[in-house]
């Protein structure tokens, strides 16, 4: 059956994905609840409404790029909703980045309605959302991922189905995690090299180059941790050690080490364990241990 589609959320990533989808030759109505989102639709869409159930008259390809699962299941299944006015057995594919248990329940309830659900948040800016250079990353049932490959591939360059229903959502969500939580260590390293006098531009020019800028995943947990080998290039203890003279640094400087501290409790923790002569990445393994899930 040919792929008709309706896009719901044409905003700041939801506008250019929908124009590199139409580019690539797909038939696609959008919706939004701002007619001014919808202007620059009117003349390349099939159709432009601020109505999910009118937008969604015959189409068979639902994708909802919305800010949160609330709005998603009213825009689905509301007064105004588009599942009830979408073809039968129609593929709902929601691009959203929301709640992992709300999407598993609207999932849930599409199937009951005979429809079928993909989950396939995306990652990367606004910047490569209009270059049509994002990262998919994709939950579902095989045969369904393979019918949104020519979509996905409108949209991005990086598509990975991650695994079963909800697992795109997940993988979004856990990849957010770290990059939130750099986010904040990187601020507070930065912020800690300012409180002794160093040149905090200097700094970021010098920890780029470095395993503290360059980040673990792309220098040590890999040749470590990752490929079974715990053999201490830089064992526990001695993170221990640096972290505890890094921490008496910022002290003495009125600044305050927030991750430094929860960084030497945990290594602390796992040295307590018998793991102070592994190395530093083995600190993962002891994360998933029961010990320090109960500590």
């Keep these: 059956m040919t792929q008709k589609i309706l896009i719901v959320g044409i905003g700041v990533m939801g506008a250019p994905m929908a124009k590199n989808i139409i580019n690539a030759g797909f038939d696609v109505a959008v ?38 699962s609330d709005i ?6 509301g007064e105004e909703g588009a599942l009830a006015s979408a073809v039968p057995n129609s593929l709902v594919v929601d691009m959203s980045t929301g709640s992992y248990d709300k999407t598993m329940k609207i999932a849930k ?32 049932k095989e045969q369904h991922v393979k019918e949104l490959n020519g979509i996905f591939n409108a949209v991005g360059n990086t598509i990975i189905h991650v695994g079963e229903t909800g ?50 995943l792309n220098t040590n947990y890999p040749k470590k941790v990752l490929s079974g080998d715990l053999k201490p290039d830089f064992p526990i203890f ?41 190395d530093q990445t083995a600190i993962m393994k002891y994360l998933m241990s029961d010990d320090a899930k109960n500590s």
């Design 238 to 278: 001695m993170a221990i050690k640096d972290l505890t003279m890094a921490i008496e640094l910022a002290e003495g400087h009125d600044a305050v080490p927030k991750f430094g501290r929860l960084a030497r409790k945990t290594f602390e923790g796992a040295k307590e364990r018998g793991m102070g002569s592994l």
């Design 72 to 77: 998603v299941e009213n825009v689905l299944f």
């Design 167 to 216: 697992c795109g959502l997940k993988a979004k969500l856990v990849n957010n995690y770290m990059a939130m939580i750099n986010n904040v260590v990187t601020g507070e390293t930065l912020s800690l090299a300012n409180s002794v006098g160093l040149d905090v531009g200097l700094m970021a020019d010098l920890m780029s180059t470095t395993a503290a800028g360059l980040g673990q």
């Design 31 to 68: 919706c939004d609840e701002s007619s001014d989102a919808l202007v620059d639709f009117q003349d390349i869409a099939t159709l432009a409404s601020t109505s999910p159930s009118k937008a969604a008259l015959n189409r068979n390809v639902i994708i909802t790029v919305l800010p949160n």
């Design 109 to 140: 309830k599409i199937e009951k309605l005979g429809h079928k659900f993909v989950d396939a948040p995306v990652g990367r800016t606004p910047r490569e959302a209009l270059t049509g250079q994002l990262l998919v990353m994709v939950g579902g």
